[in-house]
Every structure is written in C-alpha cells, then in structure tokens.
C-alpha cells in the first residue's frame, strides 16, 4: 500500500494509478497524431520550412493543453489538445493574411497572438460564469458549424494529400492532375483505408497510430524504388526536421516570447474579433465534449471550471509557441474506455506528448505529409453529421435543415465567424417561429360553464346556469410577447363587444413583455368605453426570466386601483368578485348582514320546536375574527360546525403559503363534515373571511341528541353528506371546464 496517496478526498492507489496510465498512454496516441496533423496545417500556407515548425506547435499545445486544462479544470477524464476548429480558423486566418503580403514572422506571431487572446477570453468567460449559457447554442448552429468545419479541413488537406505545391487553390489541384504526385497519392489512400477499416478489426490500438504507421511503411516502401523519397531537405511530401529557423525548442520558444512583446498595441485590432470567434468556438467544442464525458460516466462537470483550465492551458501553449485546442471527444472517449478515473490521465498524457516529441523527433521528421492529411480528411468526414441531411425530407424539420445549410454554406464561402451569426440569427428567427404558431390561448370557458366556491342550492346552480352569459375566462399561456401579440388580440377583442367581464388566468404564462401589455392595456380600454372589467388573476409571483408580473402590470399602467382593470390571487377569487358584482350580495342595496338562528336554518325546516330547543340548548357559540381559523387542517378535531354569520373559506394547504380554495360558505351551510365523521384530523383549513359566529356540535353531543331525536341526527348527517357530495360535484365541473 505504500503506492496510496492522497488525491482531493479520495485515496489515489495502485488501481487507479494503473487505469490512469493506459488512459494517458492510449489519449497521447490518440491525440499526438493529430497535433501534428493540425499544427502543419496551419503553419502550410505560410510555405518554406515551417511546416516543420508547425508540427512543432502541434506538439507543444498537446503538452501545454494536456498539462494545465486537467490541473485547473472540473471534468476528470478530459483530454484536451489542439483540434479541427482551432485548425480551421487558424489556417484560414493565415491565408487571409498571407493574401495581405505580410511576411511569414509576423503572420506566426499574429497567430500566436490570436491563440493567446482566445485562451484570455476563455478565462474571462469562465470568471463571469458566462459556460452555462454556451451549452445553450442551438443544435442546428453546431451541427452545421461542425459540418462547415469537417469540409474546411477535407478542402484544405486534399491538396497535400495530392502532393501539388504549396499555395495551389483546392479547385486548382483538383482541374490539374499533371500536378499531382502519384506516390503521395497511394500513402493518402493507404491511411485513409487503415483509418477506415482499424476499427472494424481491432479497437485495442487507435486507429490513427495504426494509420500513421501504415503510412510510414508505405512512403519507405515506395522509397525504396525511388531514392529522392529519401531526402528531406526541400522534400515536400515530408514533414522535415522539427525545428524554427536553425534553433532548439528552448532557442525558439524565447524567440517567440521576446517577439509576442514587441508587438506594437494596435497590432491587437487586427486579432480581437478572431479571438472572440476562436474562443467562443473551443468552448462550445470543450463542454460539447464534456456534456458526453458527463452521460457516460455519471458524473457532474462545472462548465465555467471547464473553460477557465482550457483558457489557461492555450494561454500558455499560445506563449510557448503551441496550437490552441480544446478539449477532444476522440481523446477522451479513448481515455475512459482504457480505464482512466480521474485527471492523473490527462497530465500523463500532455506529459507524454512532449516525452515522445524529445525522444522520437527524428523520426516525425520522417512522417509524410499525406498521411497526416489523410488521417484530418477522415477526421473531417467523420465530423460531417449526414444524420441531418434526412431533416431536409420531414417538413416539421425542414427549416432546420435550413439552418445547418446555411450556416455550413456561410462557413465555406464566408467565414466562421459569420457563420457563426448567421446560425444563430436563423435559430432566434425559428424559436419566434416556433412561438408564434403555439396558441397562447389555452382554454376558453363561458362564465355559466364555472362558478366560484361559494355554496349553492341546486336550485341556484341551475339558474346560474341558464342566465345571461356576460363572463369568459380565458387561460393563457406560453410567450406573451410580440410575436404572440396578435394573436393575443384577435382572441381577447371579440369579447370586448357582448362581454361586462373578461377574466384572464396567467398562471401558465411563462414570460411578458411591453408589446402584450400593450395589447392587454387596448383591450383594457376598450372595456372601459362599454363599462366592462378586465380581470386578471393566478398571477405567478415571477417568471423564469425573473419578471415580476404583477409589479410590471402595474407598472405599465395595465392593473391600476382606479380604472376598470384589476388583479386577484386565485381564479375563485376573481369569479366571487364577479358574482358580487353581478349580484350585488354585499348589502349593495342596504340589507343589514344575515344572521340565522338554529330555528332558521333551512336545513331544519319542519322539525319540532322542542327538537330544535333541544339542539340549541347543546351546541355552543364560538365567536370568530376575521383572519382566524375555525380548524385547522392536520388537528384532531370530532366537531360539527353551523355558521350562524359571516363567511368562511374552507382551503387546502399545499406548499408553504400555498392553498387551493375548496369553497367558500356562509349563515346556515355545515362546514367541518369530514372531521366529524370519521373522527380523525381535518383534512383543510378554515378561515374566517368577515367576523364570523358559530354554531359547535360535539360527536358527543350528537349521540346523545341521536338517542332522544332520531329525525334530527338523519337532518344532520344527510345535510353533511349533501354538502360533501357538493362539493364534489363542483370540483368535478371545474375539472371539465378547465381540462376543456
């Protein structure tokens, strides 16, 4: 046990050491490959000998990337190292720049500066927690980037792969066979058959080393037939020594420190936006990956960790003289599956990287320039998602397939970065899109198909049904903004005309903006010419966005106390109001307040008067204020309640301050009927609306009046189960009528 270490809370110990091992062993066979494939693709438009130097800076991100990402990082078994967009973007920033006349030294250190600038606005990023909000990029947008960048780099390296010279266009090479060079062509097609085939025979070995390989073996085989394939001064089918301008790795990474800091400050201009583009790129690319790494092994990364270790680790490859990259599926996936567990694997791995450029330098300088080209042509066909090309064949997926075209086309003919826009322009216009053909109108109910809570005869009920309709509900809900916002007004205008109250239920409306509550504040006034109200109720306490509702209602002049529009906490609230104000309950005429007597509750018409003197003389009165409970949901309680005044709400606690109205009662109605059947808690709360006066019937005191007055104890317990079974009825029509 002597191999135990202590690695954060855990204990880092020979098993996991092992796995950690093949995992960086079998990630840096992986990745080295195409850091250098990478690394010479960007330095080739620059010509002469620095190719070589860019096999050079491939290798050098790998190590920076694969040592520093881990170490500050979330994501244990990340492997990351310089990648397809980096690549795609670099290179085609170098032949913009190399179109400009400017000398090779100054485009390198522009690209250095560029890698550096990234890296800075990764960390930044990271500072300002702004990675949780990249993973939300739309699907379409990196696809098609994806699609874009794998033809970009087919495109680029399909020269190469065909031996013509440097600088020649791919159209170019491709209308020009006489330039092309038949042995580069038969070491393109031996890797790219190798790349192919690998993984159908063997996955214990990457196929990209067995690729590699295969390429060597064929360039020396056909060397042997022709002896100029042995020379690698001015041999450009070859890689060539691994150096810059005569000097060491050490001599050159000094060189490029002392150059990035003669820079002049407006030199910076030039390469911001780039930057920007680059940065927003590898991050997309890293916590892509990293949202894999996740599913696969049942873990949870931070992405704003993330992107501050990927911006710290091509910070320091950019001043080192490296490739930025990011973290890379291939790479990780391979480290997982050889048994890696935690970021041990990714320090090995960039360590190995530069353990293998030292000790195999001499023989990367060897490797031919086809075969690298080779492996980045299937990279980039793999990385081509032919899966949405079936998208343009559904129509419910057909302006998607827009948007990957779109973005691929503007990728090609463009740039990245205006692809980049473009994607994301087209995804806002779908999500409107999207918006406005969802109705935000999710029900409509007429005002005699629901009622409020308040209990009513049957008599009552029926009438009510059968009155004039001068109320509708709508549900609303979705986006209220202005892509629904005529939508919201075709459905609310037409009741302005016939209606006297408009009641609107917000309670699944998931954002507001100005332009509805603009349409809201017309229809609002067009209510107010023809003496009507709009209601508003179910109001969320805030949206996802954060909004307040009801503060930004009132505070655009839509809910105010004075004029004819107004808010209310639950729909039953608002329909009370409705039904006061249709009825005038309240005393609107001047009737004193309804008290009743034992004797003159309806539900004991027709007993005997000494009955009643009995029943009287054992119930209590039990005065209650308004905003108190009569009982309380959860407490014991065997007692029968007759209101004598007053009104009472009978709720259902829900979540904290939460309740769901259950229904609203007054003078003569029994409420506590469950408690005093089955003698158990109460099963909701009662509380007093106005000053409340109670008749309290015990159990105790109902057996006994049950022993001397038969007829009264059936009264009670029939007028119990009628109430009950009220109640229900209710809530089953508000179902219907809300379910539509």
């Not at 939300?136 to 680029?156: D, E, R």
Request: hydrophobic share 50%; proline share 5%.
């Amino acid at each position: 046990m002597g191999l135990d270490i202590a690695c954060g809370n855990e204990r880092y110990g020979r098993v996991k050491l092992t796995g950690d091992a093949w995992g960086g062993l079998a990630a840096m066979l992986v990745a080295l490959p195409s850091a250098i494939a990478f690394g010479v693709t960007i330095f080739a438009p620059l010509g002469g000998s620095l190719a070589a130097q860019g096999a050079m800076a491939g290798i050098l991100g790998a190590t920076a990337l694969g040592m520093l990402a881990p170490l500050f990082g979330s994501s244990a078994r990340l492997i990351s190292a310089p990648c397809a967009p980096a690549a795609a973007m670099l290179s085609a920033q170098a032949y913009t720049l190399t179109g400009q006349g400017l000398p090779a030294g100054s485009i390198v250190l522009l690209l250095g500066l560029t890698a550096l600038l990234a890296g800075l606005f990764q960390i930044a990023l990271g500072l300002l927690r702004i990675g949780r909000l990249i993973k939300f990029i739309p699907y379409p947008v990196v696809c098609g980037y994806l699609s874009g960048v794998g033809l970009i780099i087919i495109g680029s390296q399909i020269p190469k792969l065909l031996g013509v010279p440097g600088g020649v266009s791919l159209w170019a090479a491709l209308s020009l066979p006489s330039l092309w060079v038949w042995q580069s062509v038969v070491v393109g097609a031996v890797v790219i058959a190798v790349m192919v085939l690998t993984p159908r025979i063997t996955r214990s070995v990457p196929p990209a080393i067995l690729a590699l390989a295969a390429g060597l073996a064929a360039y020396f085989a056909l060397a042997a037939f022709d002896p100029a394939l042995m020379t690698i001064d001015g041999n450009r089918l070859l890689v060539g020594k691994i150096s810059a301008g005569g000097y060491g790795v050490g001599a050159t990474i000094g060189q490029h420190w002392r150059s990035l800091g003669a820079l002049e400050p407006e030199i910076l201009l030039e390469v911001v936006i780039p930057a920007l583009t680059l940065a927003a790129l590898l991050s997309i690319d890293t916590l892509k990956t990293c949202v894999v790494l996740d599913a696969m092994t049942n873990s949870t990364s931070n992405p704003d960790r993330d992107l501050l270790g990927q911006g710290i680790g091509n910070a320091a490859s950019a001043l080192v003289g490296g490739v930025p990259g990011a973290g890379t599926m291939g790479a990780s996936l391979i480290n997982v599956n050889s048994g890696a567990s935690t970021r041990v694997s990714g320090l090995l791995a960039g360590s190995l990287c530069f353990a293998a450029f030292l000790v195999l330098s001499p023989v990367i300088a060897w490797v031919p320039v086809p075969a690298l080209a080779a492996i980045l042509i299937v990279i980039g066909f793999r990385m081509i998602d032919r899966h949405s090309l079936a998208f343009f064949y559904t129509p419910a997926t057909r302006l998607d397939f827009l948007v990957i075209t779109a973005v691929i086309v503007v990728a090609l003919f463009g740039n990245l970065i205006a692809a980049s826009g473009v994607g994301v322009a087209f995804a806002i216009l779908l999500f409107i899109r999207e918006q406005t053909r969802s109705t935000v109108v999710r029900n409509r109910i007429e005002g005699n198909q629901i009622f409020s809570k308040r209990l009513r005869s049957s008599d009552e009920t029926a009438q009510a049904e059968q009155g004039p309709c001068d109320t509708v509900v709508f549900e609303l809900q979705g986006s209220l903004f202005f892509g629904t916002a005529s939508q919201l007004h075709a459905a609310l205008e037409p009741e302005t005309h016939s209606r006297k109250f408009v009641i609107l239920s917000m309670r699944r409306v998931q954002s507001l903006d100005l332009t509805a509550t603009h349409v809201l504040e017309q229809i609002k006034d067009r209510l107010e010419e023809n003496d009507a109200f709009l209601v508003f109720c179910d109001i969320p306490k805030g949206l996802p966005s954060g909004l307040k509702m009801k503060r930004f209602l009132k505070d655009t002049g839509v809910v105010r106390p004075t004029n004819k529009a107004f808010a209310f906490r639950q729909l039953d609230e608002a329909l009370e109001w409705v039904e006061e104000q249709r009825t005038g309950v309240r005393d609107a005429e001047g009737d004193g307040e309804l008290v009743l007597g034992i004797a003159d509750m309806p539900m004991f018409a027709g007993l005997p008067p000494e009955t009643l003197a009995d029943l009287n003389a054992t119930v209590t009165l039990r005065p209650v204020h308004a905003g108190k409970k009569v009982f309380k949901a959860g407490v014991a309680g065997d007692e029968l309640f007759l209101i004598r005044r007053g009104t009472v709400r009978i709720t259902l606690p829900i979540h904290k301050k939460e309740h769901y109205h259950l229904a609203t009662c007054g003078p003569g109605e029994i409420i506590g009927g469950i408690g005093f059947l089955d003698a158990g808690n109460h099963a909701a709360d009662a509380v007093a609306i106005t000053e409340v006066e109670v008749y309290v019937l015990s159990r105790e005191g109902f057996t006994a009046l049950g022993e001397r007055h038969p007829g009264l104890a059936f009264r009670l317990i029939e007028n119990v189960a009628l109430n009950l079974a009220d109640r229900l009825r209710a809530t089953v029509s508000e179902i219907h009528a809300l379910r539509g």
